[in-house]
């Protein structure tokens, strides 16, 4: 399970290492083009039940923290559907339809 730091949050952001990196990757891209989104997601069973989004700028401070020493592979058809819902007014929703249910990571091929 990786971990996102943003901000001055004491608050980490628990995010599945493969899912992580696929976001890492999109949120970098945005943000060496000056380009700011939203990013939410639902909270994990051990939180309290609801869901949070924050504002990703390129002024705040952000940190990603893998568990697993190699990089995974990506996939660019993954990458390509968080940077479209990154590029939408709702930002990237981190939800089923970009993880697969079965996994919580890389959507089924073709899906």
Do not use: C
């Not at 628990?14 to 945005?30: C, G, M, P, W, Y």
């Not at 060496?32 to 924050?54: A, Q, V, Y």
């Amino acid at each position: 399970m990786g971990t996102l730091y943003y901000g001055a949050q004491d608050t980490p952001i628990h995010i599945e290492d493969r899912a992580l990196a696929h976001l890492k990757v999109v949120i970098a891209t945005k943000l060496r083009r000056n380009e700011s989104f939203t990013l939410s997601w639902r909270h994990s069973e051990d939180e309290p039940r609801g869901r949070s989004t924050i504002w990703l700028h390129p002024s705040i401070p952000l940190m990603f923290v893998f568990d697993e020493p190699e990089p995974p592979g990506l996939n660019r058809e993954w990458i390509e559907k968080l940077a479209h819902s990154a590029n939408t007014s709702g930002g990237i929703l981190l939800v089923d339809d970009l993880l697969d249910p079965e996994t919580g990571s890389e959507p089924a091929a073709g899906g």
